[in-house]
C-alpha cells in the first residue's frame, strides 16, 4: 500500500506559476506509476498527467501541454507537477494517485486504472 499527501496548492493570478508536490510513504515508490488529476467546481475529475515509475515517459492532457511539466524523485519518495502560465480555467482541487505496473516505461492516463489517491491541494488561479 501507499499513502499520498499532496501539497504546494494556493492563490495565484494568472499567468503564475506553483509547483504541486505528492509525498508517498512506503520503500517501493519506484514501483508506481504516478498520476495528477484535477476536478474543478461542477465538474468530473480530469486527467493532468502521468509519469512513469522512471520518469523516463510522461503525457499530457492537451489542456496543460506545454504549460505543465510532471516529475518525480524516487529518491524522496515524491512527484512534483510544475504549473506555468496559469488560466483561471486551471482553477481545481488536484489529486496525485499510483498505480503499481511492471514495466517501467508504462504511463496511465485512465482515472479508473488508478488505485491509490492522496487528499487533494486546491489551486486557484484568479484573473
Known amino acids: 500500500q501507499v499513502q499520498l499527501v499532496e501539497s504546494g496548492g494556493g492563490l495565484v493570478q494568472a499567468g503564475g506559476s506553483l509547483r504541486l508536490s505528492c509525498a508517498a510513504s512506503g520503500r517501493t515508490f519506484s514501483s508506481y506509476v504516478m498520476g495528477w488529476f484535477r476536478q474543478a467546481p461542477g465538474k468530473e475529475r480530469e486527467f493532468a498527467a502521468t509519469t512513469s515509475r522512471n520518469g523516463g515517459s510522461t503525457d499530457y492532457a492537451d489542456s496543460v501541454k506545454g504549460r505543465f511539466t510532471i516529475s518525480r524523485d524516487n529518491a524522496k519518495n515524491t512527484v512534483y507537477l510544475q504549473m506555468n502560465s496559469l488560466k483561471p480555467e486551471d482553477t481545481a482541487v488536484y489529486y496525485c494517485?499510483?498505480?503499481?505496473?511492471?514495466?517501467?516505461?508504462?504511463?496511465?492516463?485512465?482515472?479508473?486504472?488508478?488505485?491509490?489517491w492522496g487528499q487533494g491541494t486546491q489551486v486557484t488561479v484568479s484573473s
Open positions: 494517485a499510483a498505480v503499481a505496473k511492471v514495466l517501467l516505461s508504462t504511463v496511465v492516463a485512465a482515472e479508473g486504472k488508478y488505485n491509490y
